[in-house]
């Protein structure tokens, strides 16, 4: 199941391993969530997102782009404490995604590295482009 944070989960922000120096109180202002897959009452996986009207190639512009009546949906970080939950929360987003008639695209905001490339492309995105600083997946909706 997904769902928002909760506030007494808070703490959990401080485990992300991409962007742990985002504060927690910037995660949830002006179109950001926290979205997490909760699996047999445990946190087994945990996304940020971001909804914009534009693809942000860096952080500062993802906060500049945020709109909560964006249609497109950035995943900014992500992060499991199961194996396996990574792909199952991009997947369960991807899907809500598509339920919601307003969100056209789900793109990613992911760092530069071999690892986050080999995450994205082995679930279904494309890369549509590399900056300094970050580089965009798209999943198909």
Same mark, same amino acid.
């Given at each position: 199941?997904?769902?928002?944070?909760?506030?007494?989960?808070?703490?959990?922000?401080?485990?992300?391993?991409?962007?742990?120096?985002?504060?927690?109180?910037?995660?949830?202002? *002006?179109?950001?969530?926290?979205?997490? #897959?909760?699996?047999?009452? !445990?946190? =087994?996986?945990?996304?940020?997102? &971001?909804?914009?009207?534009?693809?942000?190639?860096?952080?500062?512009?993802?906060?500049?782009?945020?709109?909560?009546?964006?249609?497109?949906?950035?995943?900014?970080?992500?992060?499991?404490?199961?194996?396996?939950?990574?792909?199952?929360?991009?997947?369960?987003?991807?899907? *809500?995604?598509?339920?919601?008639?307003? #969100?056209?695209?789900?793109? !990613?905001? =992911?760092?530069?590295?071999?690892? &986050?490339?080999?995450?994205?492309?082995?679930?279904?995105?494309?890369?549509?482009?590399?900056?300094?600083?970050?580089?965009?997946?798209?999943?198909?909706?």
């Amino acid at each position: 199941m997904l769902r928002s944070l909760k506030a007494e989960e808070k703490d959990l922000i401080l485990e992300d391993p991409v962007r742990p120096h985002i504060p927690y109180e910037k995660r949830f202002e *002006n179109g950001r969530n926290v979205i997490v #897959l909760e699996e047999n009452n !445990t946190v =087994s996986a945990i996304v940020c997102v &971001a909804l914009t009207n534009a693809i942000p190639i860096t952080e500062q512009e993802m906060f500049d782009m945020a709109d909560p009546n964006g249609d497109i949906c950035i995943a900014y970080t992500v992060w499991s404490y199961s194996k396996g939950a990574g792909r199952r929360i991009i997947n369960q987003l991807r899907d *809500n995604a598509q339920e919601l008639a307003a #969100l056209n695209r789900m793109v !990613t905001l =992911s760092p530069l590295t071999e690892m &986050a490339e080999r995450f994205h492309i082995s679930n279904g995105a494309t890369l549509l482009r590399r900056g300094e600083q970050c580089q965009n997946f798209e999943y198909p909706l």
